[in-house]
């Protein structure tokens, strides 16, 4: 449908044209937004200023950041008014943050003193927060009202809502004391009472709490809307799933990028240009720039060793890539468990003798293969015989590569860990540092037993 929109739009067949009018009511505001990132500054406006009002400000939303900003500079004063006053308003307060100064200025100005007061009331939550990210249009209701008086209210003032499938019960005070489904209002007698029917304590979240819990709070119990408390216990306003879902691919995106070593863009990659990919590339690639460095200086150190055994430096790249490698898999594990809720706190030890002994098993495996391949390989096939330097270089080889693979599940889990102990975001935890870290480690360890088994100094 989307396709066939443009393909209207490029006709230059504009306002007044029964045949656009008729597509745009039969689609859905997600892929009508889509439709203005490809569409020119021209053209995007003047099909902004063709959607029907009801649908006007939920199609904005959707939009991307860029071209929200080109819509915005170029509406008037009263088409902005009436827009950010139509919007829900935790999209109004994200659309202020997002903006310029000088649009933020001319935003607030046009809408209305309700809009703006609702706006300061959330962008005074601190970001990334449940009260940040709430929003304050919802129904309320009263425990002693009908059944037959709550739908009135719906049908009245439902409209101006994000959602009615889910209405919340306060007392006088504003204290949350129960929710109510329209399911439960529709299987309810008309002469019932809210109280009645109403199911009491429900899960919540304060205004302090983190978005984070807020998505565990949804993943946890299934609910398509959460309401939202302060200190006081008094309902402030409800986050929808919607929201939640966007915050939970916004964390998976940033957690995939720190683990890769990329600093996160706010723009989507095919918008985001050069220079900031190059910018939120460079300092992590300079950092294992650094590491590597360090590596190659190792390996210089132990030039003489390497000299008086040259087979040695053959398995240096195996060495250091199973131990990066394995690092790599219990850290990206352990990063997914915490932010699924599947580890608790205080068990860092427990977890750690889980992955001392499955390293021990995997080393040991890999081990006797690597043994076993340069008896075979290395002696009788290409030497002929097994030597007794061959034998300890298998040696060498076998115990360096069972150490690396338990210094890379240690650290695997160890450290995304004391990340989350210390505050830190566990992901920056993962493949690219501890690869580093066990390059060098890894090293040390196998030169260390070829000095000792091949007695080279």
């Not at 989307?2 to 009511?25: D, V």
């Not at 099909?47 to 819509?71: C, G, H, M, T, W």
Request: aromatic letters at 6%.
């Amino acid at each position: 449908m989307k396709e066939t929109l443009l393909e209207l739009l490029e006709r230059e067949q504009w306002p007044g044209n029964a045949t656009i009018l008729a597509e745009i009511s039969d689609m859905d505001e997600v892929d009508i937004a889509s439709a203005f990132d490809d569409l020119d500054n021209q053209k995007d406006i003047r099909l902004f200023r063709l959607l029907p009002k009801n649908i006007a400000a939920d199609v904005f939303s959707y939009i991307v950041k860029d071209k929200q900003q080109e819509l915005l500079e170029t509406l008037s004063d009263r088409e902005q008014g009436a827009l950010i006053n139509d919007l829900f308003a935790d999209d109004a307060a994200d659309l202020i943050e997002e903006m310029p100064a000088k649009v933020v200025t001319k935003l607030l100005k046009n809408a209305n003193a309700e809009t703006r007061q609702n706006i300061n009331n959330l962008l005074k939550y601190p970001d990334g927060s449940a009260g940040s990210i709430m929003t304050v249009e919802y129904v309320r209701l009263k425990e002693n009202q009908q059944v037959s008086e709550v739908f009135d209210i719906i049908r009245q003032h439902g409209v101006d809502k994000e959602t009615i499938y889910t209405c919340y019960v306060v007392d006088a005070k504003r204290t949350l004391i129960g929710v109510v489904s329209v399911k439960d209002l529709l299987l309810a007698k008309p002469d019932a009472k809210i109280k009645d029917i109403m199911k009491e304590h429900p899960t919540s979240a304060h205004t302090t709490d983190s978005q984070e819990a807020v998505a565990d709070i949804f993943r946890k119990y299934g609910h398509i809307s959460i309401p939202v408390v302060d200190s006081e216990e008094k309902l402030v306003g409800i986050v929808t799933v919607d929201d939640v879902l966007q915050i939970i691919a916004e964390q998976h995106t940033e957690d995939i990028h720190r683990m890769a070593g990329v600093k996160t863009s706010e723009n989507p990659y095919i918008k985001t240009s050069v220079l900031r990919h190059s910018r939120n590339r460079i300092v992590w690639l300079f950092i294992l720039m650094v590491s590597a460095m360090v590596t190659g200086g190792i390996i210089s150190a132990f030039e003489t060793q390497l000299a008086a055994v040259p087979m040695l430096i053959a398995f240096i790249p195996m060495l250091m890539g199973t131990g990066g490698n394995a690092g790599s898999q219990t850290s990206t594990q352990i990063v997914r468990g915490m932010a699924l809720g599947e580890i608790p706190k205080g068990y860092v030890l427990k977890i750690w003798w889980k992955e001392i002994r499955v390293a021990l098993i995997i080393g040991v495996g890999l081990g006797i293969f690597n043994f076993l391949r340069i008896i075979l390989l290395e002696g009788l096939i290409l030497s002929g015989s097994v030597t007794g330097e061959i034998a300890k270089i298998a040696m060498v080889v076998t115990f360096s590569l069972c150490c690396t693979i338990v210094m890379a599940k240690s650290l695997g889990c160890l450290l995304p860990m004391l990340a989350k102990k210390l505050k830190f975001d566990p992901a920056i935890m993962a493949a690219p540092l501890i690869a580093s870290i066990l390059d060098t480690l890894s090293l040390l360890v196998y030169f260390g037993f070829a000095a000792m088994i091949l007695h080279i100094a």
